[in-house]
């Protein structure tokens, strides 16, 4: 990619996917200047830069990434609308995952906003038109229902984690990512739900069996 990169360093394509993968190695600087390029000469395709970017400046300035989140989901909505090649299911799973980004974001970085409570209801609200079925979207519920005191809607949420988890098959490779295992787990456990916060915490530490606090939270919950 970079050789591709060289020697076309204006093709938008190859600018995303090396961005992409200096983000996933961990080499930010280099990834938020590529973003930031590639935002410059085609500003209205690939919400997944914007999302991208939000990350990266969530610490710093978490208003710019709401608006970058905003706008990551507005290319992806535009892109379902008008773009038939591509999978609608997607499409409508990136939609659903940056509405969970900003409720994420409103329940820290931006909770001490006189919105922020609004804005996270009515992201849950739009993120399950487009997948009901979302992990990312369905644990960020189970937060908001804990952080108010609603746990037989958080358990609700959960519930439908666990339907969808117990359908991958374990040699697929198709569980969600660790951090979310770990956090499905943590919400089963503020729940008094030990078996299911064990049975995530499991999973998480098979992914990574060198995590020492994840070792704690197991003996814990045993």
């Not at 992806?76 to 591509?86: A, C, D, M, R, V």
């Not at 906003?113 to 997948?131: F, L, Q």
């Not at 990312?136 to 988890?165: C, F, H, P, T, W």
Request: with cysteine.
């Amino acid at each position: 990619l970079e050789t591709k990169y060289a020697s076309n360093p204006n093709n938008i394509e190859v600018i995303d996917l090396l961005s992409e993968t200096y983000y996933e190695l961990d080499k930010l600087d280099l990834a938020k200047t590529l973003i930031d390029k590639s935002i410059s000469l085609d500003p209205e395709h690939n919400g997944e830069k914007y999302y991208i970017l939000a990350q990266l400046i969530t610490e710093t300035n978490p208003k710019l990434s709401f608006q970058y989140f905003q706008k990551g989901i507005t290319i992806y909505i535009n892109e379902l609308n008008s773009n038939p090649t591509k999978d609608p299911n997607e499409i409508k799973s990136n939609i659903a995952s940056g509405y969970a980004s900003i409720i994420d974001l409103h329940m820290h970085s931006l909770c001490d906003e006189v919105n922020a409570e609004s804005i996270c209801e009515e992201s849950v609200k739009e993120g399950m038109k487009y997948d009901s079925q979302s992990v990312e979207l369905l644990l960020q519920l189970s937060n908001l229902r804990i952080v108010r005191g609603r746990d037989d809607e958080a358990k609700q949420a959960l519930e439908m984690i666990d339907q969808y988890i117990d359908k991958i098959d374990v040699n697929d490779n198709e569980y969600p990512s660790r951090d979310m295992m770990v956090n499905i787990s943590k919400n089963y456990a503020e729940l008094n739900l030990f078996d299911k916060a064990i049975k995530y915490m499991d999973i998480a530490m098979k992914m990574d069996d060198e995590d020492i606090e994840g070792w704690y939270y197991l003996s814990y919950y045993h």
